[in-house]
């Protein structure tokens, strides 16, 4: 069964320092990944994706996330956090063949701090 | 280029009731997904609708039912309401089925149901 997990219930970060929320996964076949933010009382905005290629994948507003196949880890980083990054981020991984099913984890609140 | 709109933003319903939700996708999209976030969760899948037929369907009872359009607008209808579906849901467009579907989804602001 395909899965994710988000081991984080909230990263505190202060801003200027770099910041990462994890993810580890579970699939069958290769995993097509993506993270996922949403601002309160928002619906989700799409970051980035990783479906093949570079480990590192660039995505909007200055985050990028390093597949590790190894580790079966998709973590999101961003090298100097800003107080609006402060949002709920969600991973998720595709289902195989089923197009736009996505399984998300549970979410990691990121918390940036003047 | 129009995002995905849903309506109603918000609604209250009391158990047994039925509800619509609706949902325009993003112009050039022919696929609808629909997800539903409880408080403090992740979006579980409910099911998709390629080209007006169901493509995928979650572990939601026979309940939760949908409609997709010839425009790939998007209904949501749950009938005999329980607290529990108490959530936000969303609806989500994207291009292509299966294989071809890369899963980038498009997300509406959602409609937030309380059931009382």
């Known amino acids: 069964a395909q899965s994710v997990a988000q081991p984080e219930d909230q990263v505190n970060v202060a801003e200027g320092n770099p910041l990462t929320v994890k993810c580890t996964y579970s699939?069958?076949?290769?995993?097509?990944l993506f993270w996922y933010v949403q601002y309160p009382n928002r619906g989700l905005q799409f970051l980035l994706k990783y479906i093949t290629g570079d480990n590192l994948v660039k995505g909007s507003y200055g985050f990028e996330a390093e597949f590790n196949k190894s580790q079966t880890s998709f973590h999101l980083k961003k090298p100097s956090a800003l107080v609006s990054d402060s949002a709920l981020y969600f991973c998720a991984v595709r289902v195989y063949n089923q197009g736009g099913k996505l399984i998300f984890g549970q979410g990691t609140e990121l918390s940036v701090k003047p | 280029e129009t995002g995905v709109t849903q309506s109603p933003t918000h609604l209250i319903k009391t158990r047994g009731q039925q509800v619509t939700l609706r949902c325009s996708s993003q112009s050039g999209h022919n696929t609808v997904s629909w997800y539903q976030q409880a408080l403090g969760q992740g979006p579980q899948f409910i099911f998709q609708?390629?080209?007006?037929?169901?493509?995928g369907r979650g572990n939601f009872p026979p309940r939760f039912s949908g409609l997709q359009f010839p425009n790939y607008s998007s209904e949501l209808n749950v009938n005999a309401l329980e607290l529990d579906d108490s959530a936000l849901y969303l609806c989500?467009?994207?291009?292509?089925?299966?294989?071809?579907?890369?899963?980038?989804?498009?997300f509406g602001e959602g409609s937030r149901l309380t059931v009382l």
């Open positions: 989500a467009s994207s291009q292509g089925g299966g294989e071809l579907n890369t899963g980038e989804l498009f």
């Open positions: 609708y390629y080209r007006e037929e169901e493509n």
């Open positions: 699939v069958s076949g290769n995993p097509y």
